[in-house]
C-alpha cells in the first residue's frame, strides 16, 4: 500500500514537474517574441530616423552642388572656374578629403550624416518639367553649348502620377469648356526671339502654339508656319498621344535660331513635359543656362538615401516676373500712353468698356 501511494505522488511530482516546464518555457517564447518585437520597433524607428537624416544630407549635396555652380561657373581664373560636369564621386580639384566641392564640407550635423558622392550636369540632353501647371507658366532659355543654332525641338508630355490612358475624348484643336476622357493637356508653347530690337519686330519673330493631344502618330511641325503663316502667333496643332504609354509628342522643325526663351503654360490639365533638341550639326543639344541635373547620395549611418532633381540655373521661373497684371472675365478698357513724350497717346474711344 505504500509502495503504492510512493509512485502516485512520484507521479503526481513529475505531472507537476511537466507543467511547471512547460509554463516556463512558454512564458520564455512570450518574452523571447516581445524582445524581438521590442527591438524591431527600435530598429524601424531608428531605420525611419536615419532615412530622414540621409534625405537631409542628400538635400545638402543637392543645395552645395548649386551653390558652388553658380558661384564659381564664371569665375575669371580658369584654375578656380567649376566644371560643366561631375560624372564621378571623386572631389573636384581643391576639394579637401572627403569633401565634394571646393570650400564646402560634406558633413552635415553629425559625423554619421554626410553626403558621400554627387554628381551634375550644367549641360543636360534634356529639359524636364514635373508639374507644367494651368495657373502658372515656365520660362526657361533654350540654347546649345555648342553654339550651333537650334534645328529640331521635341515637345513630350503628359499626365503627372497617371497609370491609365483613354484619348477617345480629345477633340484635336477645338476648345471645348472642359477637356474630359482625354488624359493629357494642351500645351501652350511660346518661343520669344531675343534678337528683336523693337516691340513691332518681337511681335513678329515672337511665335506661339497651342498643342493639343490627339491619339495618332507623331507629326512634325515648321517654325516658320508661326512666324509667317497665315495663322501666325497662335498656331493650332495636335500632337501624336500614344495609349500604351500615355505620352503625346510634337516636333517643330526649321527653327535654326541660336537662342530661345522658352514660355511654356499647360491648358485644362496641368502636364509632366520633357523638352529634347537637335542643333544645325545633327547632333543632340545640349542645353545651357536652363537646368542643371543633380545626382546626390545622402549618408546616415549605414543608410544610404539618393536624389536626382532638376534645378534652374536662371531666375526666370522663381516667381520674378508676374503671369498677369490684371485677369477677368469682363470687358477691360485699355488706355495707353507712349513713351517717349512726343507722341500721341491712343485711346481706346470706340470701346464701350471705356465709356
Not at 26 to 31: D, G, M, P, R, Y
Amino acid at each position: 500500500m505504500q509502495k503504492k501511494e510512493t509512485i502516485i505522488k512520484n507521479q503526481k511530482g513529475i505531472a507537476s514537474m511537466v507543467i511547471v516546464i512547460l509554463i516556463m518555457t512558454l512564458l520564455s517564447l512570450i518574452v523571447i517574441s516581445m524582445t524581438k518585437n521590442a527591438n524591431r520597433e527600435q530598429r524601424q524607428a531608428l531605420d525611419r530616423q536615419l532615412n530622414s537624416q540621409a534625405f537631409y544630407a542628400a538635400e545638402s549635396g543637392v543645395n552645395d552642388a548649386k551653390d558652388y555652380y553658380t558661384k564659381y561657373a564664371n569665375d575669371p581664373v580658369a584654375a578656380n572656374r567649376a566644371p560643366e560636369s561631375k560624372t564621378n564621386c571623386n572631389g573636384i580639384t581643391g576639394a579637401e578629403t572627403g569633401n565634394q566641392f571646393p570650400g564646402y564640407s560634406s558633413i552635415v550635423g553629425q559625423d554619421v550624416n554626410s553626403y558621400s558622392c554627387v554628381l551634375y550636369d550644367a549641360t543636360p540632353d534634356s529639359i524636364i518639367f514635373s508639374d507644367v501647371g494651368v495657373d502658372s507658366s515656365v520660362l526657361m532659355p533654350l540654347e546649345d553649348d555648342s553654339s550651333n543654332p537650334i534645328s529640331t525641338l521635341t515637345f513630350t508630355w503628359k499626365v503627372p502620377n497617371n497609370t491609365a490612358y483613354d484619348f477617345s475624348g480629345c477633340t484635336g484643336t477645338n476648345f471645348p469648356p472642359s477637356l474630359d476622357n482625354c488624359d493629357a493637356g494642351v500645351l501652350r508653347i511660346e518661343l520669344i526671339d531675343p534678337t528683336a530690337t523693337t516691340r513691332d519686330d518681337l511681335i513678329k519673330k515672337d511665335f506661339v502654339a497651342f498643342v493639343s493631344p490627339r491619339q495618332a502618330a507623331i507629326p512634325t511641325k515648321h517654325y516658320t508656319d508661326g512666324i509667317t503663316g497665315p495663322s501666325k502667333q497662335g498656331v493650332k496643332w495636335t500632337g501624336g498621344c500614344s495609349a500604351a504609354s500615355g505620352i503625346c509628342t510634337i516636333k517643330i522643325d526649321n527653327i535654326n535660331r541660336s537662342k530661345l526663351l522658352l514660355h511654356l503654360r499647360s491648358v485644362y490639365k496641368n502636364n509632366e513635359v520633357e523638352i529634347t533638341g537637335v542643333n544645325s550639326a545633327g547632333d543632340p543639344i545640349s542645353f545651357k543656362g536652363g537646368q542643371m541635373m543633380i545626382d546626390s547620395t545622402g549618408r546616415a549611418n549605414d543608410i544610404l538615401k539618393r536624389l536626382q532633381v532638376r534645378i534652374p540655373l536662371n531666375q526666370y521661373g522663381n516667381g520674378v516676373y508676374p503671369e498677369f497684371s490684371i485677369q477677368t472675365s469682363d470687358a477691360i478698357c485699355k488706355l495707353l500712353q507712349i513713351i517717349p513724350s512726343g507722341f500721341a497717346d491712343a485711346q481706346s474711344t470706340s470701346d464701350p468698356a471705356c465709356n
